[in-house]
Each structure stands twice: as structure tokens, then as C-alpha cells.
Nanobody
């Protein structure tokens, strides 16, 4: 089992920045990658960014490329999402998720989720 705790959400004006953190604990040695998802009211959950735990390769949704940066600190078992140039369309609950290599191969699903942190961008 892996436990995930997000922090760093809040209210920010359009054009501003926020940095989200996700601290992982438990069986983190089996982590293959971690991702940041978001879900806005009335919309489906979407993958925003992901990072491989080993090697650090990254993925970004087109909607956030050039504005968001995902990074990790392996020693602290923490992944970050630096969000710059925020717009009201970025308003959502942001979730951190993790999966093992077996999860990636077998189903591509993320079985471990944090509780979510609210990000609200005012215009």
C-alpha cells in the first residue's frame, strides 16, 4: 500500500502561481510513476502531468504544456506540480496518484490516490 497526501492548493488570481506537493509513504519502493490529475465540477477527471520515478521522464497534457512543471524528490518521496500562468480554466480539485510497474503493465490504472486539494483561480 502507498499513502499519498497532497498540499499546496488555494485561491489565486489569474496569471498567478501555485506549487502542489504530494508526499508518499508506505511501499514507495515499488512506485513506477506518479501523476497529477484534476477534476472540475461537471467534468471528467483528466491526467495533467506524470513523472517516472526512475529516470524522471515526464508527460503533460496539452492544456498545461509550458505552464506546469512536474518534478520529484526521490529522497523525500515527494512529487511536485509547479503551476504558472494559471487561468480560471485550471480551477479544479487536484489529485496525486501513484502506481507500480505491475499496475502500469496490467491495467494502466493508478490504484493509489490522495485526498485531493482545491485550486481556485479567480478572473
Amino acid at each position: 500500500q502507498v499513502q499519498l497526501v497532497e498540499s499546496g492548493g488555494g485561491l489565486v488570481q489569474a496569471g498567478g502561481s501555485l506549487r502542489l506537493s504530494c508526499a508518499a509513504s508506505g511501499r514507495t519502493s515499488s512506485t513506477y510513476d506518479m501523476g497529477w490529475f484534476r477534476q472540475a465540477p461537471g467534468k471528467e477527471r483528466e491526467l495533467v502531468a506524470a513523472i517516472r520515478w526512475s529516470g524522471g521522464s515526464t508527460y503533460y497534457a496539452d492544456s498545461v504544456k509550458g505552464r506546469f512543471t512536474i518534478s520529484r524528490d526521490n529522497a523525500k518521496n515527494t512529487v511536485y506540480l509547479q503551476m504558472n500562468g494559471l487561468t480560471p480554466e485550471d480551477t479544479a480539485v487536484y489529485y496525486c496518484a501513484a502506481r507500480s510497474r505491475a499496475d502500469y503493465i496490467n491495467s494502466s490504472e493508478y490504484p493509489y490516490w490522495g485526498q485531493g486539494t482545491q485550486v481556485t483561480v479567480s478572473s
